[in-house]
């Protein structure tokens, strides 16, 4: 196998697996979509701020308790998933088809960035609005967690951009 070829299949069973990682995710959240709008909804209700020992700050003011907004927020978040899901199994697929000598691989490289910004995009997103709730204060798991996910994220472009010889 050229050098050229094994970087191909690299970048292939990368975005693969990224692809596959997200679709299950997506199953998931679908398959238990009530839990995920609850998990949601503790956080912008700030409720684990109720907590002994309670914690009282003006970021309370930010809490929303309507179950209508927390399934909006996590359809929301859902939908940003599926089209992510959707966009790293065609950079995945045309990465295959590179790799086996069917399209270009500069297309592909270029579905793979567009696939990857759609990643960090959406680790942001939840980055974005778990800070608005001032998540890290009681759940900093969750913030490490997006935090992880972007910087798979931009380490998958690094690797997705690796000049091929």
Excluded: C
């Excluded at 809490?63 to 959707?86: K, M, P």
């Amino acid at each position: 196998m050229t050098q050229f070829a094994s970087l191909l299949l690299l970048k292939t069973v990368l975005l693969s697996g990224l692809a596959l990682w997200l679709s299950v995710v997506v199953v998931n959240n679908l398959t238990a979509f009530r839990g995920g709008v609850f998990s949601v909804g503790s956080m912008m209700a700030m409720q684990l701020f109720d907590q002994a020992p309670a914690i009282s700050t003006p970021l309370l003011s930010r809490r929303v308790t309507s179950e209508g907004w927390h399934r909006l927020v996590y359809g929301f978040v859902v939908i940003v998933e599926i089209v992510v899901a959707l966009l790293l199994v065609y950079a995945a697929l045309a990465s295959l088809g590179a790799f086996l000598g069917y399209a270009d691989a500069t297309a592909a490289i270029g579905y793979a960035n567009l696939a990857l910004a759609g990643f960090v995009a959406m680790g942001l997103i939840m980055l974005v609005g778990g800070a608005w709730f001032a998540y890290y204060i009681r759940q900093e798991g969750a913030q490490i967690t997006h935090f992880a996910l972007i910087g798979l994220g931009l380490a998958a472009g690094l690797v997705i951009n690796i000049p091929t010889p």
